[in-house]
């Protein structure tokens, strides 16, 4: 009888140390290439999301500013409606205020955009004597801050006072307050005139002037695009941020500009001092005296001129008739890597272009037209009395 056998499993053979060695090398090259595709996969989403950020700031901002601006001069003289005193800004510098930031940081470079308009949501009915006194027993309605203006608007909406709350503000709750003084500089009549102390349908209208200047400044080191809610001080404890990382902020102003045929059409441009004369005030090659629009300018073009009168094609601010606002935003860091990124680039007159510097850049321009400054209806309430005949446009 035979007996069958069962055969024993073999042993397994080790690897030897070359195997090894190479197997390993191998690993170590795929997992190195993972790691560089990895590494580059983060650097892209780094990169995108540095521009996204950007790219997301200066859209938020400009709708801020496009809103706001295509307001000026709503129920405002059109003289009063843009701003351009120096005394509170920085250098007292109007255009092209170079902001220092921190070590290595590269400038920002500012000019300063501030305007006027009535509130439409807010008015009431009231006389003016030493104070302001609400009639019809109204009363504010909302606590106001130190400087906040008011014009008191006579019967037809030619005649204008303005005024400023002083000391404490005005509170929500009272029906008339008295720490006022007059703003001479926006008034079209004195504190005295008989007309603002008429009462009944002939009483004037109390209305709520907006003032807002836009701005960048340096926070922590960083230049920030803010909106002051007021104009007389630059305080911060009002400011709102529009967007961060702001390297440029650029206006220009597009003036009035007659028909090329006609008795006007031989008047100077207002930028004559450009490489090309033009219309517009603060664009790429403008000199330091035409930067932006001059109030000193005479004869002013006011409420009772012409269409056609030439004072309606000068420097004055009143012959504003659109706003291009630019901005440069930059990555709030530099490429680590020693990659030279974008460029800087000049803005309208900013002369700021440099070369790429590992920082990520992206620019924006928009036009806002002023429909307001046109001058064509009473720049307050309706000449007839009645708020149902309110004026859409204002001035």
Known sequence: MTRSSTPSPSTPRGFTLLELLVGTVVTSIILAAVAVSIMGVQASYQTESRITVAVEGLRTGTNFIEQRLRLAGYGVDPRFAFDFKTAVLPAN???????TLATGVPPAITDDLAFRYRDPAWMRRGT?????????????????????????SCEGGKNNLVVKAGAGGVSKDAKS?????????????PANDGCLTKEGQAAP???????????????????????????????????????????SFQVAYMMNRPPPTGTNSALEPVDKASPVANWVLGDVGSADSNRHPDPSVRPEPVYRLPYDDPARFNRH???????????????ATREPNGRRAFARVDL??????????????????????????????????????SVAGLNA???
């Open 317 to 331: 601010p009143a012959n504003i008739r659109a706003v291009r606002v630019s901005i440069g935003v930059r990555s």
């Open 348 to 385: 309208e007159d900013s002369g700021e272009a440099k070369p790429a510097d590992g920082y990520y850049r992206t620019n924006i321009s928009t036009t806002v037209r002023v429909p307001n400054m046109m001058s064509r209806s009473a720049f307050n309430p309706p000449v007839d009395g």
């Open 177 to 189: 307050a008295a720490n006022f003084e007059v703003d001479t500089a926006l008034s079209t009549i």
């Open 205 to 247: 209208f109390v209305l709520l002037l907006h003032e807002v200047r836009i701005r960048v400044v340096a926070l922590e080191g960083r230049p920030f695009l803010m909106a002051f809610q007021g104009i007389d001080e630059l305080d911060m404890s009002t400011a709102v941020p529009l967007m961060a990382d702001v390297e």
């Open 393 to 395: 446009w204002g001035g």
């Open 93 to 99: 510098a109007k255009a092209n205020h170079v902001i």
């Open 128 to 152: 003016y004597s030493s104070g302001i006194n609400l009639a019809d027993n109204a009363t504010f309605g909302m606590s106001f801050p130190k400087g906040q203006r008011f014009i008191i």
